[in-house]
């Protein structure tokens, strides 16, 4: 059985971690990832993706197994960094992590390098890294403070809090939470709603968010007009950006062509 599995769906595509008994990830699982991550960048005729997995946990984070047969703390888990998505920060398409039950460390830090989560009410999430004697450090330590209160996010990761699934939405990490038999469904719609928007304005949106990340909204305004994102300039000079008035005016579905 493949531990990766993928499903389209109408410009969705649906990844599927399978990996008994945690979804825990090695090298091959991070470059089966990635391979996946890269098919949804590349494949024009897909617009969004769907990261979730099967059974207690979304993630169990490293494969703990596969370091004490000599898997190095440090290995190269492939372009995409741990778990295909951490570091692939080239990808042009938004993913959405569907939570399905435990994100434990790198695992907690596969759904932190996604767009948006949406999280089962079993949905639970730490960091136990230095518990472990090792450090978050495949996004967990920037990422977490990015998504939380920075001092909410401190203790995580200096004590191994874990955090439910109800004050995840509390805080704002998840942006739905809802019950394990809706929670694919809620990722669908969510999906269904982003793909409804014109591919281009999407992309430039997501890579204006990330180049402004930390910068005053002074600085935002300058980096964003000054040429440094060539996608905000694609995208307003674009045919969609035509159709898109168009289509209101008359009163009709846009026609989106991403160009």
Do not use: C
């Not at 969705?12 to 008994?20: S, V």
């Not at 994102?229 to 008359?250: I, M, Q, T």
């Amino acid at each position: 059985m493949d531990s990766v599995r993928l499903e389209r769906d109408d410009g969705i595509l649906i990844i599927t971690l399978d990996r008994p008994k945690a979804n825990a990830i090695d090298v091959p699982t991070s470059q089966a990832l990635y391979r996946a991550f890269r098919t949804l960048d590349e494949d024009p005729a897909l617009r969004v993706g769907i990261i979730t997995g099967v059974g207690r946990f979304f993630s169990a984070g490293w494969d703990l197994n596969a370091a004490n047969v000599g898997e190095a703390i440090d290995a190269n888990h492939g372009p995409g960094g741990f778990a295909g998505l951490t570091e692939y920060f080239g990808l042009t398409k938004p993913v959405i992590a569907a939570v399905n039950g435990m994100a434990v460390g790198g695992g907690f830090e596969l759904a932190l390098a996604a767009d948006l989560i949406v999280a089962s009410t079993e949905a639970r999430f730490w960091l136990p890294e230095v518990q472990l004697g090792i450090l978050p450090d495949s996004g967990g330590l920037f990422r977490l403070p990015r998504s939380l209160p920075p001092r909410l996010a401190r203790e995580m990761i200096l004590t191994g809090r874990r955090l439910d699934a109800a004050e995840a939405l509390t805080w704002g990490l998840a942006s739905r939470v809802v019950e394990p038999a809706a929670l694919l469904d809620s990722a669908m719609s969510l999906a269904r709603e982003i793909a409804a928007g014109a591919p281009l304005a999407i992309r430039a949106a997501r890579d204006i968010l990330r180049a402004s990340e930390g910068l005053e909204i002074k600085e935002s305004f300058r980096m964003m007009r000054g040429g440094t994102v060539p996608s905000y300039r694609d995208a307003l000079d674009s045919e969609d950006a035509l159709e898109g008035p168009a289509a209101f005016a008359e009163g009709r579905p846009p026609n989106w062509k991403g160009r």
